[in-house]
């Protein structure tokens, strides 16, 4: 299950100018009603990857909707997120089979490495943990997805060797999420 507002660190965070040009030409292309709220977010969330709170002010400008509006919309919704997540997007299953092949360990070697439980971003944004209902592939228990990659059968040893050899990486492909929860 997705988390919209927890990132480890998040206190230390410098605040980042955004770009709104995106935003405005996301906006253009809708007429200014009201309904059109939850595909102008999901939008803006596809290009910035979250939801900037300077997105969120021209949002409210130009549907006319309040930010009480805005903000309950996005606390309903489990695939919104107000903060930057990580470059990856970890899905941990914690469906039946990969939670009793040792699901809650890997989370637990993910905690010692990066210290970030799910719903959590680790400091260098590299990974945001998030927990996810079974994802149909339950023969390579425990299992987990990262960015766009599956990765089966893992145990403490192999999440500490998988999680590392995305640690470099710069491939913008691989940081896209695959789809909101
Ligand atoms: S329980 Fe994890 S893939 Fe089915």
Redesign the pocket.
Known sequence: MATNNATAGSETEEKKEIDLTRTREILNGFPRARRHLIPVLQKIQEVYRYLPEETIKLVMAWLGVSKAQVYGVISFYPQFRITEPGKFIVKL???????VKG?PIIAGKLHDIYHIRPGETDKKKMFTLQT????????????CIIGNDVHGTIDPEKTKEIFGSYENTEDPAQAKETSPA
């Open positions: 299953c914690y469906g039946t089979a990969c939670f699901a996810a209902s079974c994802l149909g592939n339950c023969g390579a228990a425990p299992m």
